[in-house]
């Protein structure tokens, strides 16, 4: 069985967590610059079996598609063509944000390091990859 990576997708930056190969265990893997995070999957699918990418879908409160899908759906495509024989998969990643604040407040993280966006966005993608293996089971 290969792992489950999932992707918090932003302009800027991309957080990313893995699971582990038996696809009970999430964990943060990366925070990569958007305009590297393609190269950086290609690189860990060719060095890890990877069986499926789950890149969250940001949907606003009335469950309608955010304004930065217009980002997302061009990354999704380019990712598909860069890694085709991958299964790719997006899942509702409402709230992931404010629950990666809570769980860093609630780990004991310090106030600096909650400051820094990448911990935010690597720790998010985390959420949205076990929010989306504890639904799948």
Same mark, same amino acid.
Request: net charge neutral; hydrophobic share 40%; glycine share 10%.
């Given at each position: 069985m290969g792992r489950l990576l999932a992707i918090d997708f !932003?302009?800027?930056r991309c !957080?990313?967590?893995v699971s582990d190969s038996l696809q009970i265990i999430a964990?943060?893997?990366d925070t990569v610059a958007t305009k590297e995070i393609i190269p950086f999957l290609v690189s860990y699918c060719q060095s890890e079996q990877v069986d499926k990418i789950v890149v969250g879908l940001p949907k606003q409160m009335s469950g309608e598609d955010s304004e930065s899908m217009r980002y997302i759906?061009?990354?999704v495509g380019r990712l598909k063509?860069?890694?085709p024989n991958i299964a790719i998969e997006m899942y509702d990643e409402r709230f992931?944000?404010?629950l990666a604040h809570r769980a860093m407040i609630e780990g004991g993280m310090k106030k600096k390091d909650r400051q820094n966006k990448a911990n935010v966005d690597k720790i998010a993608a985390c959420i949205i990859l076990?929010?989306?293996m504890q639904k799948k089971m």
């Open positions: !932003g302009k800027a !957080g990313v967590a964990n943060p893997l759906k061009p990354f063509h860069a890694i992931t944000s404010v076990e929010d989306y």
